[in-house]
Structure formats: structure tokens, C-alpha cells
């Protein structure tokens, strides 16, 4: 089992950056697969993007590709998100999360991952 802390939200104007930390408890976090995913108020929660064990392979959701970077420090047992060039639509409580090793379809769906963290609130003005 594993325990996950977000830190690193708060209030940005549009084009600037944050990056965003993920904590985890427990002694096998290389071992999981680590997701990003973000939930505005009304809607979904959505992927962001993910992160193999290794942190060698990462996989994107189109609307932030090219602006977000996930990483990962096995030694930290911490997963992080660089968020460059942001806009009002990234405005979102984001949520870190872990999972088994998934296939690339199954990153991306909220149902895959195991454990979560409580979220980080990111709030981007215009």
C-alpha cells in the first residue's frame, strides 16, 4: 500500500509556471506506475499524464503536451509535474496517483490506478 501527498498548487497568472510535488509513503514506490489527472469544478476528472516505473517513459494528454513535464526520483519516492505556459484552463484540483504497471490505454483511465492523493488546487488567472 501506498500513501500519496500533493504539494506545490496555488495561484499563477496565465504564462507563468508551477510544479507540482507527489509525496509517497512506503518503501516500493518504483514499483508503481505514477499518473497525473486534474478535476475542474463541473467536470471529470481527466488524465494529464503518466509516468513509468523507471521514469524513462512518460505519456501525455494532447492538452498540455509540450507545456507539462512529468519526472520521478525513485530515491525521493517523489513524482513531480512541471507546468509551464499556463492557462485559465488548466484551473483544476490535481491529483497524483499510483498504480500497477499498465498498458498505455489504461494510463489514461481514473479506474486504473490504485491509490490517491488528496490534491492540489491550481488556480490560473487570466
Known amino acids: 500500500q501506498v500513501q500519496l501527498v500533493e504539494s506545490g498548487g496555488g495561484l499563477v497568472q496565465a504564462g507563468g509556471s508551477l510544479r507540482l510535488s507527489c509525496a509517497a509513503s512506503g518503501r516500493t514506490f518504483s514499483s508503481y506506475v505514477m499518473g497525473w489527472f486534474r478535476q475542474a469544478p463541473g467536470k471529470e476528472r481527466e488524465f494529464v499524464g503518466a509516468?513509468?516505473?523507471?521514469?524513462?517513459?512518460?505519456h501525455d494528454a494532447h492538452s498540455v503536451k509540450g507545456r507539462f513535464t512529468i519526472s520521478r526520483d525513485n530515491a525521493k519516492n517523489t513524482v513531480y509535474l512541471q507546468m509551464n505556459n499556463l492557462k485559465p484552463e488548466d484551473t483544476a484540483v490535481y491529483y497524483c496517483?499510483?498504480?500497477?504497471?499498465?498498458?498505455?490505454?489504461?494510463?489514461?483511465?481514473?479506474?486504473?490506478?490504485?491509490?490517491w492523493g488528496q490534491g492540489t488546487q491550481v488556480t490560473v488567472s487570466s
Open positions: 496517483a499510483a498504480s500497477e504497471p499498465l498498458t498505455t490505454a489504461q494510463v489514461m483511465r481514473v479506474s486504473s490506478y490504485d491509490y
Open positions: 509516468i513509468n516505473r523507471s521514469g524513462g517513459s512518460t
